[in-house]
């Protein structure tokens, strides 16, 4: 199973809610994707919640590029895909994204993992969550801890296979 990391210059970003989650979450990514099935992919998106989306949608931005990791773990891909079906439509956790840029800036990054809600998700979180649910143990980052994208991105778990860009994956 991949994982899709998309990253980039914070002067580019559209949206300020992108520019929070890298500061909130010292990462060079703001947002992940998850391979789903049928060649299609799901994330928690801003404003839309969990949602499935054609790969076309991948496209990078000016100042911005997408890498993709493969999760290292054996993964049962009917636990993973039954945990992310039972969690399409659910809402984004927005005020969660917010509340761990707000406890980086308090060095209380760890007080955010008592505050989640099992009914809310931000994109890493959904990851980190499905991977578990398919069985990966993603030893390097506790169950009970919030996952931030540069969490699953440095995890043991995953490999960078590549870069994601206009005309393709580049290796």
């Known amino acids: ?3 899709y990391c998309h990253g980039g210059k914070v002067s580019f970003f559209r949206q300020p809610i992108q520019a929070i989650i890298q500061f909130g979450t010292d990462s060079p990514y703001f947002h992940v994707d998850l391979e789903y099935r049928d060649g299609l992919i799901i994330g928690a998106l801003f404003g839309k919640g969990i949602t499935v989306q054609h790969p076309n949608n991948l ?3 000016k100042g911005q590029y997408i890498d993709v990791y493969e999760c290292q773990e054996f ?3 009917e636990c993973y895909f039954k945990f992310l079906d039972s969690k399409i439509g659910q809402k984004y956790d927005k005020w969660g994204v917010i509340y761990l840029a707000w406890l980086k800036i308090r060095r209380k ?3 955010a993992n008592r505050w989640q809600k099992d009914r809310d998700y931000f ?3 959904l990851g980190a969550a499905a991977f578990r649910a398919g069985g990966a143990l993603l030893s390097d980052n506790p169950r ?3 996952a931030s994208p540069a969490d ?3 995890s043991e778990s995953f490999k960078k296979v590549g870069t ?4 393709g994956l580049e290796g």
């Open 152 to 154: 699953l991105a440095r």
């Open 75 to 77: 993964i049962n891909s």
């Open 144 to 146: 009970n801890a919030t």
């Open 164 to 167: 994601l860009t206009l005309d």
């Open 59 to 61: 496209k990078p931005k």
């Open 123 to 125: 994109c890493s979180e």
């Open 1 to 3: 199973m991949k994982i």
């Open 109 to 111: 990054r760890e007080a």
